[in-house]
C-alpha cells in the first residue's frame, strides 16, 4: 500500500489520482501499527533489537522536538566556509543527523531521563501504604 501511494504520489503529475494517495497511506500505516503492537518475529525482531535502534527509540521524543531546532541554527549560525553542506542534501542529512542525536541524547540524560526518575518516585511514594 504504501509503495503504491509513493508511485501514485510520484507518477502522477496532474495529481489525477492523488485522492488515492492519502487513503493508501493511512492504511498501510494501521497495518504497520498493528502488526507493531502484536510484535515482529525473526529477522524483522533482531533488527528491531539492535542497540542503536533501541537507544534512538529511548531519545526518539528529543529527536522530533530538536531535529527543527537544530536545522535552524545551523542555516543561521554555521559559518561562511561550512555552507557548502548545507548545499549537498546527502551531506546536510548528516550534518543535520549526527547533530540532533548529540542534542536528543544530552537532553535525555541531563533533562528527561531525571524527570522520568523523579515522576516514576513521586508515583511510588503516592502508592505507598501509609503508616497507621
Given at each position: 500500500m504504501l509503495l503504491l501511494a509513493a508511485i501514485l504520489r510520484?507518477?502522477?503529475p496532474a495529481q489525477l489520482k492523488?485522492?488515492?494517495?492519502?487513503?493508501l497511506e493511512a492504511g498501510g500505516f494501521v497495518i504497520l501499527v498493528a502488526?507493531?503492537?502484536?510484535?515482529f518475529g525473526g529477522y524483522i525482531a533482531?533488527?528491531?533489537?539492535?542497540?542503536?535502534l533501541v537507544y534512538a527509540?529511548?531519545?526518539?521524543y528529543g529527536l522530533y522536538i530538536y531535529h527543527i531546532l537544530v536545522a535552524m541554527l545551523f542555516q543561521r549560525w554555521l559559518p561562511m566556509?561550512?555552507?557548502f553542506l548545507l548545499a549537498v542534501p546527502s551531506s546536510r542529512l548528516?550534518?543535520?543527523g549526527m547533530a540532533t542525536l548529540a542534542v536528543a541524547a544530552v537532553s535525555w540524560h541531563?533533562?528527561?531521563?531525571?524527570?522520568?526518575?523523579f515522576r516514576s518516585k513521586s508515583t511510588r511514594d503516592a502508592l505507598a501504604p501509609t503508616p497507621a
Open positions: 510520484n507518477g502522477d492523488s485522492a488515492l494517495v492519502e487513503p502488526r507493531t503492537a502484536s510484535g533482531r533488527f528491531l533489537t539492535l542497540p542503536g527509540g529511548r531519545i526518539s566556509p561550512m555552507r548528516m550534518v543535520f541531563l533533562l528527561e531521563q531525571p524527570i522520568n526518575l
